[in-house]
């Protein structure tokens, strides 16, 4: 079981709040849990959102790197024909 399906809702909504304090407070208290493990659960629960997120922006730049090649060679087939053409 990973850190997303452990944590509760409000505990998700402070995180993502920056409140990492009080997120670590309330998954105290939700899950009846030490404050090692609860810091633990809020830390994993972190990374794994970061990690995500850092691996869809990587795709998402490669995807607009293709966008723009693909644009540029576009136009420079529309110049070339054109050039042709007149």
Known sequence: MNAATELPDDVIAEINA???ASAIKLAQI?????LKAA???VDSYEESTSRSLSERS?????SSIGR???????VGLIY???????
């Open 30 to 34: 939700r899950l009846g849990i030490d």
């Open 58 to 62: 990587a795709d998402e730049s490669s």
């Open 18 to 20: 920056n409140r990492k």
């Open 68 to 74: 723009t090649i693909l644009l540029t060679v576009g």
């Open 39 to 41: 810091k633990a659960l």
């Open 80 to 86: 070339g024909i054109y050039r042709f053409i007149t």
